[in-house]
Structures are given as C-alpha cells and as structure tokens.
C-alpha cells in the first residue's frame, strides 16, 4: 500500500507513503480474509464461469495461483463489451488486484478490476487452486476520495458505480456488498 501511496502522490502533511498504514493497524478490526480455493476437475461447459464476473470489497487482493490458469480480467472495463484477457500463471509471482476501496479512494482513477474464473477445457483433468488475500482497512475507515494532486474529490462519473458507499466506512461497505451477494432473509431460522 506503502507503493501506492507514492504512485498517487499523497502530500506528505497527510502521511505520504505511509498514508495507508493508519488505516492498516492489525489490532484493529477489518475484514481482510485469507481463502482457499479448490476448483475440482470439470467436464461443463466451457462458457459457464467457474467464479462469475465481480470485483473484490477491499483496498488490494494477492493472489497466488497453482499450475492451472482460467483467471481472466475485463479491459478497458469504462467500455462496454470490453474485451476479457487471460491472467497467465506466472510460477513463484503474486498477482495484485485492484479492489473497491481504491476506486473509491481515488475517485474512479483507479478502476477495481472486474475479474472471473473461466474453465479450461484442456485442463479438464484436473483441479485448479488458488489463494486469495482480501486485504481491507480498518472497519472505521471511510470510503470517500482522499488527497492527491491527481484527481479531484468532485463526483466522476468513473466513481460512480459505488455512490450509494459514498459515506460508508470499510466496515459498513464489506456488510453491504456481503447483504447483496448473500440474500441471508432465505437462510431459515433454526
Ligand atoms: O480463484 C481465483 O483465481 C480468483 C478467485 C476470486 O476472484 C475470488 O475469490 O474473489
Ligand atoms: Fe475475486
């Protein structure tokens, strides 16, 4: 986070590189997740996603992937159809996703990059694993545009895919994305 900080010139009288870091202190709570994922071996089809197209809740996600490629990522996602690219498995790298929290932070100038898990019918044999990383800030983090010289805090339109998080707080955000995706009304009461 430290790297971006830099790249989005962060006025030092606001932190800086270090700019993040407040938001990042591991004796707070924040809904940063490690998951384990196992794609078993499929004989589908081929157009079906294995993951459907989304964008991560926090800041940055590391991935690691294991052997078997099928992450795709959406170019250009400002254009309609835009084109999905394959994200190669690169042996010993971690891939860097940018997540919601940075569009939000940098007011649309960072995009959060629209990404799904295709199937990979010459790997049909076998599993694909991957490891994700959910890096969040702090719950009490707000979500609206912060210092730099090189967007403004007036609303873009590029911003405005999350507007209705606008005033949300990491916390609040992570709960609201989780209540859309999860309709937890249908879970029966025990
Ligand atoms: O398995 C992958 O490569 C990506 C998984 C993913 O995008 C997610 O869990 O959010
Ligand atoms: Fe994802």
């Known amino acids: 986070m430290q790297c971006f900080a830099m790249g989005l010139q962060i006025p030092e009288s606001f932190g800086g590189r270090y700019f993040f870091d407040k938001s990042l202190d591991w004796e707070e709570h924040a809904g940063t997740t490690l998951r ?24 940055i996600t590391l991935l690691m992937q294991k052997d078997i490629p099928g992450l795709e990522v959406q170019a250009f996602r ?13 042996p010993g790298t971690i891939l860097v996703n940018i997540a919601d929290h ?10 959060s990059t629209k990404h799904r898990v295709m199937y ?20 009490t983090t707000k979500l609206d545009p912060i210092e730099s010289p090189l967007f403004t ?15 949300m707080t990491a916390g609040e955000y992570l709960d609201w994305r989780l209540s859309q995706t999860y309709d937890y009304s249908k879970v029966p009461e025990e």
Not at 79 to 85: E, L, T
């Open 102 to 111: 940075l569009q939000m932070w940098t007011n649309g100038l960072l995009r």
């Open 78 to 90: 400002a254009q309609k159809n835009a084109p999905w690219v394959a994200a190669p498995v690169i």
């Open 36 to 59: 384990f994922l196992h794609y078993p071996p499929q004989n589908g089809d081929p157009d079906t996603p294995l993951a459907g197209s989304h964008t991560d809740y926090g800041s």
């Open 120 to 139: 990979n019918p010459e790997q049909q044999n076998r599993s694909r694993y991957s490891i994700a990383c959910f890096i969040h800030s702090n719950d």
């Open 153 to 167: 805090k007036e609303m873009r339109t590029e911003g405005v895919e999350f507007e209705e998080a606008r005033n």
